[in-house]
């Protein structure tokens, strides 16, 4: 197949803090379920959570990785992560530099 018609992923999730989201980060490039994960910390999320409106500093993981690779991600996510319910979000990549894409899909399984 093709790289034309692989189908790769940008993944967003939170987490509550800097060492969940390396802990998060590091299982999931180990596991070759990402080939990167950056970390972005500190951002504000105001959103609802049991009829209340919550105003909180969580951290942002943005994972590149394949679209196969996107159901073993969540799984391992939902393992470590500390949040009941936490934001897993893939997002399609449209288009991108081809090299990166390539070395996105070597590094993922």
Same mark, same amino acid.
Not at 1 to 5: A, E, G
């Given at each position: 197949?093709?790289?034309?018609?692989k189908e790769y992923r940008i993944v967003f999730m939170t987490a509550g803090n800097e060492d969940e989201a390396q802990r998060i980060a590091t299982t999931l490039v180990e596991k070759k379920l990402a080939a990167c994960v950056n970390i972005i910390s500190p951002i504000r999320s105001i959103y609802r959570w049991e009829g209340k409106i919550e105003d909180e500093r969580e951290v942002l993981l943005i994972a590149k990785t394949q679209k196969a690779c996107v159901e073993k991600l969540i799984q391992e996510v939902k393992k470590v992560h500390s949040?009941?319910?936490?934001e897993i979000i893939s997002l399609p990549i449209? @288009?991108?530099y081809e090299k990166y894409l @390539?070395?996105?899909e070597e590094s993922t399984v």
């Open positions: 197949m093709s790289r034309r018609k949040y009941q319910v936490p449209e @288009s991108g @390539s070395w996105l």
